[in-house]
């Protein structure tokens, strides 16, 4: 099945750098890869996501490449800001495959004034 | 629409004990899974579903039973509980068209002793 490894476990950042948080995948077969943010005590909630057929996507603030020939995808959040701390996890998913994502680990993105 | 629900909130048992972790969602959602939130072991699935009467194993389904008589619901059963099964329990929805967005509910949070 499918694996999914993530970087760092814990980034903390200054006000106003960039953050950028790397996952790595075992399946070839995987085409879909978003992005989840998990605020403190609350639910998971999608932020961007990315599927095989695009190298790179940008939504204000967050943007994710994607590497199919290296099997990496990664995170990348400019300018930012206290509210961006939480956790996020990145996951894969096969297409055309009933079974649900392939989480990683998780990241603890602390943003320090 | 009250999107993806949980009950309860938090739970404790007793190692042996057995309990119902239900999840219900209202927005005609095909798709359903169960996960369980580990620390720094991310979001891992345990049971899902593609519809009504059709259930499926996910990475960790030992000692965890579901079922889905109605679209709307998808209960989690624990037959007799251990600690290792202390966790976060998210239940997710998702559509068809769109399966790999997953709406997380709200999370149960079981302590076994």
């Known amino acids: 099945g499918e694996n999914v490894e993530q970087h760092p476990s814990t980034l903390s950042v200054q006000e106003g750098d960039s953050a950028v948080i790397k996952c790595t995948y075992s399946d070839s077969a995987s085409n879909y890869f978003p992005w989840y943010k998990q605020e403190l005590g609350k639910r998971p909630q999608l932020i961007i996501d990315i599927r095989s057929n695009v190298g790179e996507k940008k939504d204000q603030r967050i943007a994710v490449t994607l590497n199919k020939t290296a099997k990496h995808f990664s995170l990348h959040i400019t300018e930012t800001q206290p509210e961006d701390s939480a956790v996020y996890f990145c996951?894969?998913?096969?297409?055309?495959?009933?079974?649900?994502?392939?989480f990683g680990s998780g990241t603890q993105l602390t943003v320090l004034p | 629409n009250a999107g993806v629900t949980q009950t309860p909130k938090f739970q404790v048992l007793k190692t042996g004990q057995s309990m119902t972790l239900q999840c219900a969602q209202d927005?005609?959602?095909?798709?359903m899974s169960w996960y369980r939130q580990d620390p720094g072991m991310g979001l891992r699935l345990i049971h899902y579903?593609?519809?009504?009467?059709?259930?499926d194993q996910g990475e960790v389904p030992n000692g965890y039973n579901v079922s889905r008589s109605t679209t709307e619901d998808f209960p989690l059963r624990l037959l007799s509980a251990a600690p290792s099964q202390t966790s976060v329990y998210f239940c997710a929805s998702s559509y068809e068209g769109h399966r790999e967005t997953q709406y997380f509910g709200p999370g149960t949070r079981l302590l076994v002793l």
């Open positions: 579903s593609v519809g009504a009467g059709i259930t």
């Open positions: 996951a894969a998913k096969a297409g055309g495959s009933a079974r649900q994502l392939t």
């Open positions: 927005m005609n959602h095909e798709y």
